[in-house]
């Protein structure tokens, strides 16, 4: 038995890095799983690769979280092919990052709309079921650049609006039996991170080093070590918690 037997869940930003990390998690517990991603192709190729569980189901769904038509289409396939909805994790996110005088409107209004009103419009569509059955888990992505960074004024400022968002829905829906909660991911080795590598020319595995040596573990982390929190904020063992925040960060906020 699973933790997720009979679930289905709905992972945005998922085919690659933690959100594929996040829906792989789901899927060897038991649930099925809704890969969105921009593109439809890559999502699908992603929701083939997952390792279900018996009777489970997998599907992958292209959708701009940032657009309500496309959000709101998405998330009535889910309903239509999984046949229900009962975990919401919003992943979904870009970067572009430069100093404040060099930041675009662009820059800005990418990431606010990816971030902040993706999980918006996507919480807003689930909830709708949610609160008819009575039941639902929403977890968001925040990220320690939350409490600041150099050059991430946009992505800073919308990691932090995530947690403002997930502790105003924990007042608002917890009566209806929906826990919303966040995850602040440190350093994950990503396709993401190994960019970052790339435009700050240095090589992946020194980049990764540094990182390292910026925590108590002396490690950087992986999507397994976020999808096993993101995993347990939707279980039910976490139903007495909500609106709250985990600082997944191998302890480099406490440094």
Not at 18 to 29: K, P
Not at 124 to 132: K, L, S, V
Request: charged share 20%; proline share 1%.
């Amino acid at each position: 038995m699973g933790r997720f037997d009979g679930r289905v869940a709905v992972i945005t930003g998922a085919a690659r890095g933690i959100g594929f990390g996040t829906a792989q998690r789901f899927a060897s517990e038991g649930a099925s799983v809704a890969i969105l991603d921009l593109d439809e192709a890559s999502a699908a190729d992603a929701a083939g690769r997952l390792e279900l569980a018996d009777g489970a189901k997998a599907v992958g769904i292209g959708a701009d979280v940032s657009d309500k038509a496309s959000v709101d289409a998405a998330v009535e396939r889910v309903v239509t092919e999984l046949g229900g909805i009962h975990v919401l994790v919003n992943n979904a996110g870009v970067t572009r990052d430069n100093l404040l005088h060099k930041m675009t409107e662009a820059d800005w209004d990418i990431v606010m709309g990816v971030h902040l009103k993706g999980a918006f419009l996507m919480t807003q569509a689930a909830q709708r079921h949610f609160t008819e059955q009575k039941y639902g888990k929403v977890v968001c992505l925040s990220s320690v650049s939350a409490l600041g960074n150099r050059g991430q004024a946009n992505y800073s400022a919308a990691k932090m609006g995530v947690q403002g968002f997930v502790r105003t829905l924990g007042i608002e829906l917890g009566r209806f039996g929906i826990n919303v909660n966040a995850v602040a991911p440190g350093f994950i080795a990503t396709e993401m991170t190994d960019a970052t590598a790339a435009r700050v020319k240095m090589s992946v595995e020194d980049f990764r080093a540094a990182a390292a040596e910026h925590n108590p573990v002396k490690r950087v982390g992986f999507p397994e070590d976020i999808a096993a929190a993101v995993a347990f904020l939707a279980s039910d063992e976490a139903s007495y918690i909500t609106g709250q925040t985990l600082y997944v960060d191998g302890g480099s906020t406490l440094v």
